[in-house]
């Protein structure tokens, strides 16, 4: 190498023995040893299509950065400079040896303040098809390496860079997100399986501002995990404009399921919104949770919570054992959120079955059928006209649904119209007609109409089994 510095043969001979240098030291306490002998392979300056000895090398440097992130206080500064070194070696990309890179600098990525910076220079353009497959590790099924990569990316954008020294106040970068968001779209339509890009888009628009999008972004994330308490925690976030919305919203993340630790804050932020409507028994039982909690784990009050036990109306309140109550009454609000993009259909209710919360409908000659009202509607009559959204196709005329609710009469539907004519008494059955419409005994009998009078009232669409065919018949009439 003295002799001939730039005699590629010596060059070639001279990395391999560098390698068995960095094999020799790949352990913490040689890192000093590890890093000259790697700067050694950058200062022979290979040409780029010497991949195999820096392919081999990656080997190395991640089994080294692995190893250092095991410490119980990780020195992120030699982190630092083992990417420093690295940033000219021409790898194979796509690779093996360079997804292994990858994994062993991601390792520490929630404290390492170099991160962006890293995945910048590595480039999510390099993974390789196994790398977007599930992983198996100790017999778990794991998110593709892929997965990670994006999310890792998104919670760094989010957390922002320091914008004082001690790092207490912190910027997002806006540009930075606008240029990552076209990527992180491109991985939710390849992937649809993954369920956590969604959540990290809306996010990341609602850090930009961006209230278009947000909630069609969030929807797909938040019906796959719609029993966790953070997906209706970030779904009053998007509703903050919206007060009622946010309020249904903070309901329904306190009626699921959680561990109380978990709901310290959210319990907290809700109180707030149960002051400010007055409601002061509902909000000192969330007080009192929190401050069990608190106190049961040693953690010290919030000012805010403190200045609350000491208020007057915190005194006269009355707490109740919990507000589930108040959850229940508001938790279909919020869950009608989910459904959004999915349209609504009108219908009219043409019978009632009490005793087993079912209904039958009819939007149009196309579409009928039943279902259970339970937990949508609160007595339904026939003749109501519903808003409804489905859930898919119904088998056998009985359907399943998602949201229904009551409408304005007034609403116009192919399946109801008013109506004005001469009743015409068909005898001896007693039923009525008046033109196309047909009027059971039963109402000619409690209306007490006779032949020949002029009738007003309300029809619905019906079909008649015995002849197969649709008509209409009265279900309201005025004499």
């Known amino acids: 190498m003295e002799a001939e510095p730039d005699n590629i043969w010596n060059k070639r001979a001279a990395v391999w023995v560098y390698y068995d240098f960095l094999k020799k030291n790949v352990k913490p306490d040689s890192l000093d040893a590890f890093k000259e002998n790697l700067i050694r392979v950058k200062e022979l300056k290979l040409p780029e299509d010497e991949k195999m000895a820096f392919d081999n090398c990656a080997w190395q440097i991640g089994i080294m950065v692995f190893a250092l992130q095991k ?50 220079w590595w480039n999510f353009e390099n993974l390789r ?7 198996e590790f100790n017999g778990k099924k794991m998110m593709s390496l892929a997965e990670q990569a994006y999310i890792a990316y998104s919670k760094k954008l989010l957390e922002g860079y ?20 076209p990527k992180l779209d491109s991985l939710i339509e390849k992937h649809p ?130 507000n589930q109550d108040l959850y229940f009454n508001q938790i279909k609000k919020a869950e009608e959120i989910l459904f959004q993009d999915i349209p609504e259909e009108l219908i009219v209710v043409e019978f009632v079955n009490v005793n ?14 039943f279902f259970n009202y339970s937990g949508h509607i609160d007595k339904p009559q026939i003749g109501d006209i519903l808003k409804v959204r489905f859930n898919g196709n119904g088998q056998n005329g009985y359907y399943k649904i998602l949201t229904a609710k009551k409408n304005d009469s007034n609403l116009t539907s192919d399946a109801i119209k008013n109506f004005e004519g001469v009743l015409k008494v068909i005898f001896p059955q007693n039923f009525g007609l008046i033109k196309d419409i047909f009027i059971e005994p039963k109402i000619i009998e409690e209306s ?32």
């Open 71 to 120: 410490a119980e206080y990780v020195e992120y500064g030699k982190i630092n400079e083992l990417f420093e070194i690295i940033r000219d070696f021409h790898f194979t990309k796509p690779s093996e040896a360079y997804s292994f890179i990858y994994k062993a600098f991601h390792k520490g990525y929630q404290n390492w303040s170099s991160y962006l910076t890293f995945a910048d």
């Open 129 to 135: 098809s196994e790398d977007y497959l599930k992983e």
């Open 162 to 181: 320091p914008i004082d020294p001690f790092g207490l106040q912190r910027m997002i970068d806006k540009e930075k997100i606008q240029s990552f968001l």
């Open 193 to 322: 399986d993954y369920q956590y890009p969604p959540y990290f888009k809306a996010k990341l628009l609602l850090a930009l501002g961006n209230d278009e999008n947000i909630l069609s972004a969030f929807l797909p994330f938040a019906k796959q995990k719609r029993n966790d308490f953070w997906v209706w925690e970030l779904m009053a976030e998007i509703f903050s404009e919206d007060k009622d919305t946010q309020f249904a919203c903070y309901c329904k993340a306190l009626s699921l399921k959680t561990p109380e630790d978990f709901l310290v804050k959210l319990r907290q932020t809700f109180a707030e919104r149960l002051i400010e409507k007055r409601m002061y028994n509902e909000a000192k039982t969330e007080i009192q949770k929190v401050v069990a909690t608190r106190e049961k784990h040693e953690w010290k009050l919030t000012n805010q919570i403190k200045q609350w036990t000491e208020q007057d109306w915190y005194k006269s309140a009355t707490a109740k054992k919990d």
């Open 356 to 369: 087993n919360r079912m209904l039958n409908f009819v939007k149009d000659t196309q579409k009928f059928g």
């Open 448 to 479: 007490k109409m006779t032949d020949g009078k002029t009738i007003k009232g309300r029809a619905i669409l019906s079909f008649n089994k015995k002849k197969n065919e649709w008509g209409w018949k009265a279900i309201k009439v005025y004499k």
